[in-house]
């Protein structure tokens, strides 16, 4: 064994552990919060224990896995030392782009955790007994939680759950085993939960955004666009821009033509009338600061860089542009990044007012405004976070607040009903039919019903996605919207915690987990020869 000095490079550093811990010899490193924390306070090098050389299930060696095009360092960057012992990177080169090609790691540092459960007894000091180990051996817990002992004849103890950062086969974590096994009634290290795959750093978004449902060119039979050659080319010729961009690099500009553009003054002009009168309040104070520095105007199309840029300044969220349709868990995902995939195509100039399926109009006037409000931003990554590994089912429970709220969500203001979910923003006939006071409004007298803003019930209330919503949630205010969303997620039986970095744009979950590829992911590394 070896030492390996990684450079700390603020992009490159949970990545390229997250490789170098498939190879063989590969023994420990410290987690990435640790070391983000080094990179901050002394530019440290992180260090982990391994061969110079190993070799991952292949039989590759380790020093031309790192020379290949997995990685985009310069080869010229990458350095043994005179011993062969210390290797080390230098990607300045690239620091601004993207960096590596994600997905390949069964093993990341995000989730080397263990988990045990313990059984002390219920007197005073007994757990500050237990704890002390974590102290000695400078183990870090991230999570606690205690129960009386489920076991007959045993209502003198409890049993305590911990999850801690590092995993058997470190040595304070073989210490501290090996100390707790000697003192405690008993001591059991729990097997790694089992979640869907997730993304665990923001470069790996770019997995998912490959993996769209519809990649936008198939029209159904009776989309205006249907029966037009010269549309259909326009959209295929967007899809292969969104397809081949790669997180972190700026969005490519799209030259909108004079029909494009048309279309969007159409939307634009009819819009901004009805939204003076039913818009929320937080989104009429941005709307003047986006015409300003994002360019929105009747006579011109914004572009998502330009919206980037100025969104990442107030709440750091950012759009992405995507081919097509995601499925709920990939779309949700990428809000835990404070990242919003955003479709670049607009509706067919034919019909300016409708369209069958999201468009760059619904995304620029529905909802990018929107995330420039900091509860909002806040509220939006709160239903990301709580996305990631979750099970199936919560994430149609998910997938249902998000649409009851982001995109059809209202508010109480000054009495009055405010939309400020996109659906509704980007609507004319919808925003008036649920904002409206008098009948007739939206084209109909048919009124819906209101229900006070409630995950529970949302979560369980069907919607069509064809027609005006029967049933709108209204929260008291973006605040309460926001507050009772993180109440729900934190009562959601979610696997773990994930928590988001904004300097390592990581997420860190505070138990031990096992990723689970499904048949898609499977392939997707094979493709990549991983
Ligand atoms: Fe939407």
Same mark, same amino acid.
């Given at each position: 064994?070896?030492?390996?000095?990684?450079?700390?490079?603020?992009? !490159?550093?949970?990545?390229?552990?997250?490789?170098?811990?498939?190879?063989?010899?590969?023994?420990?490193?410290?987690?990435?919060?640790?070391?983000?924390?080094?990179?901050?306070?002394?530019?440290?090098?992180?260090?982990? #224990?391994?061969?110079?050389?190993?070799?991952?299930?292949?039989?590759?060696?380790?020093?031309?896995?790192?020379?290949?095009?997995?990685?985009?360092?310069?080869?010229?960057?990458?350095?043994?030392?005179?011993?062969?012992?210390?290797?080390?990177?230098?990607?300045?080169?690239?620091?601004?782009?993207?960096?590596?090609?994600?997905?390949?790691?069964?093993?990341?540092?995000?989730?080397?955790?263990?988990? !045990?459960?313990?059984?002390?007894?219920?007197?005073?000091?007994?757990?500050?007994?237990?704890?002390?180990?974590?102290?000695?051996?400078?183990?870090?817990?991230?999570?606690?939680?205690?129960?009386?002992?489920?076991?007959?004849?045993?209502?003198?103890?409890?049993? !305590?759950?911990?999850?801690?950062?590092?995993?058997?086969?470190?040595?304070?974590?073989?210490?501290?085993?090996?100390?707790? =096994?000697?003192?405690?009634?008993?001591?059991?290290?729990?097997?790694?939960?089992?979640?869907?795959?997730?993304?665990? *750093?923001?470069?790996?978004?770019?997995?998912?955004?490959?993996?769209?449902?519809?990649?936008?060119?198939?029209?159904?039979?009776?989309?205006?666009?249907?029966?037009?050659?010269?549309?259909?080319?326009?959209?295929?010729?967007?899809?292969?821009?969104?397809?081949?961009?790669?997180?972190?690099?700026?969005?490519?500009?799209?030259?909108?033509?004079?029909?494009?553009?048309?279309?969007?003054?159409?939307?634009?002009?009819?819009?901004?009338?009805?939204?003076?009168?039913?818009?929320?309040?937080?989104?009429?104070? !941005?709307?003047?600061?986006?015409?300003?520095?994002? /360019?929105?105007?009747?006579?011109?199309?914004?572009?998502?860089?330009?919206?980037?840029?100025?969104?990442?300044?107030?709440?750091?969220?950012?759009?992405?542009?995507?081919?097509?349709?995601?499925?709920?868990?990939? #779309?949700?995902?990428?809000?835990?990044?404070?990242?919003?995939?955003?479709?670049?195509?607009?509706? *067919? =100039?034919?019909?300016?007012?409708?369209?069958?399926?999201?468009?760059?109009?619904?995304?620029?006037?529905?909802?990018?405004?929107?995330?420039?409000?900091?509860?909002?931003?806040?509220?939006?990554?709160?239903?990301?976070?709580?996305?990631? /590994?979750?099970?199936?089912?919560?994430?149609?429970?998910?997938?249902?607040?998000?649409?009851?709220?982001?995109?059809?969500?209202?508010?109480?203001?000054?009495?009055?009903?405010?939309?400020? /979910?996109?659906?509704?923003?980007?609507?004319?006939?919808?925003?008036?039919?649920?904002?409206?006071?008098?009948?007739?409004? /939206?084209?109909?007298?048919?009124?819906?019903?209101?229900?006070?803003?409630?995950?529970?019930?949302?979560?369980?209330?069907?919607?069509?996605?064809?027609?005006?919503?029967?049933?709108?949630?209204?929260?008291?205010?973006?605040?309460?919207?926001?507050?009772?969303?993180?109440?729900?997620?934190?009562?959601?039986?979610?696997?773990?915690?994930?928590?988001?970095?904004?300097?390592?744009?990581?997420?860190?979950?505070?138990?031990?987990?096992?990723?689970?590829?499904?048949?898609?992911?499977?392939?997707?590394?094979?493709?990549?020869?991983?």
């Amino acid at each position: 064994m070896h030492l390996v000095r990684l450079p700390f490079s603020k992009r !490159i550093v949970t990545p390229q552990l997250s490789v170098l811990s498939s190879f063989q010899g590969f023994t420990s490193f410290q987690p990435s919060e640790r070391l983000a924390d080094a990179k901050i306070k002394k530019q440290s090098h992180s260090v982990c #224990f391994m061969s110079s050389s190993s070799r991952n299930s292949r039989g590759q060696p380790l020093a031309d896995y790192l020379k290949s095009k997995k990685f985009s360092t310069n080869p010229q960057n990458l350095e043994f030392d005179n011993n062969n012992t210390h290797l080390s990177f230098s990607n300045q080169a690239n620091s601004n782009n993207h960096v590596f090609d994600l997905g390949e790691d069964d093993v990341d540092p995000n989730t080397n955790k263990t988990s !045990i459960l313990m059984e002390v007894g219920d007197k005073p000091g007994a757990l500050h007994e237990t704890l002390r180990y974590f102290w000695k051996y400078d183990i870090n817990i991230t999570r606690i939680e205690s129960r009386p002992s489920t076991k007959r004849h045993r209502a003198d103890k409890f049993d !305590i759950f911990i999850d801690f950062d590092g995993s058997r086969g470190e040595r304070n974590v073989d210490r501290l085993l090996y100390s707790l =096994h000697d003192k405690m009634h008993s001591i059991l290290v729990l097997d790694k939960k089992e979640v869907p795959w997730f993304p665990r *750093h923001v470069s790996q978004l770019d997995i998912i955004a490959n993996r769209v449902l519809d990649a936008g060119i198939d029209l159904m039979s009776d989309h205006p666009g249907f029966n037009d050659p010269v549309y259909r080319e326009r959209r295929g010729m967007l899809a292969d821009v969104a397809l081949n961009y790669k997180q972190g690099e700026p969005v490519p500009y799209i030259k909108y033509t004079d029909d494009e553009i048309r279309t969007w003054g159409a939307v634009f002009d009819k819009q901004e009338k009805l939204l003076q009168k039913f818009a929320c309040k937080e989104f009429l104070e !941005i709307l003047p600061l986006m015409k300003k520095h994002c /360019g929105y105007s009747n006579d011109n199309i914004p572009q998502q860089e330009d919206i980037s840029r100025f969104l990442q300044r107030r709440t750091g969220f950012r759009l992405r542009p995507v081919a097509g349709l995601l499925s709920s868990r990939d #779309f949700l995902n990428g809000l835990a990044f404070r990242i919003f995939f955003s479709t670049q195509y607009i509706r *067919h =100039h034919s019909k300016p007012l409708y369209t069958p399926e999201p468009d760059i109009c619904h995304e620029l006037l529905g909802h990018a405004p929107m995330f420039a409000d900091r509860d909002f931003a806040d509220f939006s990554q709160e239903i990301g976070l709580a996305s990631l /590994g979750a099970s199936d089912e919560d994430i149609q429970k998910l997938a249902r607040c998000y649409w009851f709220s982001v995109e059809f969500g209202l508010c109480k203001q000054r009495g009055e009903l405010k939309a400020y /979910g996109a659906g509704l923003l980007s609507s004319f006939g919808e925003l008036e039919y649920a904002c409206a006071p008098y009948r007739p409004a /939206g084209g109909t007298d048919e009124k819906p019903k209101f229900l006070p803003w409630d995950p529970l019930v949302a979560d369980k209330t069907e919607f069509p996605i064809t027609t005006y919503q029967p049933t709108y949630f209204v929260a008291e205010s973006l605040m309460d919207a926001k507050e009772r969303m993180r109440s729900y997620c934190e009562d959601l039986a979610r696997p773990f915690f994930a928590k988001y970095n904004p300097l390592t744009q990581s997420v860190w979950v505070d138990r031990a987990v096992k990723v689970v590829k499904d048949e898609e992911q499977k392939r997707l590394d094979a493709e990549n020869n991983f």
